[in-house]
């Protein structure tokens, strides 16, 4: 059984849909990042969009999920073959890092992700990162939180991860991240969290539980496989999945 908790929802209805939600209790978390943790959608729409137009090409919604959650690579390999670029995928990927130098340097954090990361450092909860971004880009992205992100067990990057054979919606990325915590968890101790549709799968794939914080004009339909569905971190209960609840 699956339910949402919605921007509109009165107390007394989550209170009621909390109860009867069957949820396991788990013992470690693994976050996404790009949309997740950092706002880097709107950016990586701007690049690729640019990049596209460079070669009279229009980036629509339906490739923008075709390639959402993939790794760098994936995404060049399926926008070179769908738009028949002139270009090869490792072209096309450089070009990508290229811009993403400057234009995701100092991209803010996400609603509640500041707080959930230090409540969960501080009560000692392990947790780590298994985004599908490269490393390069990754040192990009967390230049100016170096401690936020020192909290985390460590941190698995799917683009130039030589472990990570398949990107999401395969579940390498996620089981590999669980392998690395040293006490190597079960699977189904894990909690994923993830902003894209191909994420949910991949954690779901993987034998996880998943929180999922989708974009807010993402259709509902491609929600319906997470474990709960929130707007935003900040709306996050971690005593529900038998974490150790916020101070109030």
């Given amino acids: 059984m699956r339910f949402f908790i919605l921007k509109s929802a009165s107390n007394s209805i989550r209170k009621r849909l ?5 949820v396991r209790p788990v013992t470690h978390c693994i976050f996404d990042m790009d949309g997740l943790l950092l706002d880097t959608e709107l950016v990586y729409k701007k690049m690729i969009t640019q990049l596209c137009a460079k070669y009279g090409h229009e980036y629509t919604e339906e490739l923008m999920l075709k390639v959402l959650g993939g790794t760098e690579q994936r995404l060049s390999e399926i926008l070179c073959k769908e738009l028949e670029l002139p270009v090869s995928p490792k072209e096309f990927r450089d070009q990508i890092l ?6 995701l340097a100092g991209a803010p ?9 230090k409540h969960l450092h ?11 971004s490269s490393e390069r880009s990754v040192k990009t992205k967390i230049a100016q939180y170096k401690e936020l992100f020192s909290y985390f067990s460590h941190m698995v990057m799917g683009s130039t991860d030589k472990d990570v054979k398949y990107g999401k919606p395969h579940p390498d990325i996620f089981l590999v991240a669980a392998a690395r915590f040293p006490d190597k968890p079960d699977p189904s101790k894990c909690l994923v969290f993830e902003d894209s549709p191909h994420g949910v799968t991949a954690g779901n794939a993987a034998g996880m539980q998943t929180v999922m914080v989708p974009d807010p004009h993402l259709d509902k339909r491609l929600t319906t496989h997470a474990t709960i569905v929130l707007p935003t971190l900040a709306k996050f209960q971690p005593e529900i999945f038998g974490l150790p609840p916020f101070k109030s």
């Fill in 109 to 117: 954090l996400m609603d509640g992700a500041e707080r959930l990361i």
């Fill in 122 to 132: 501080s009560t000692k909860v392990p947790f780590a990162l298994a985004t599908s």
């Fill in 98 to 103: 290229e811009l993403g130098d400057t234009m």
């Fill in 18 to 22: 909390l109860s009867t939600k069957n």
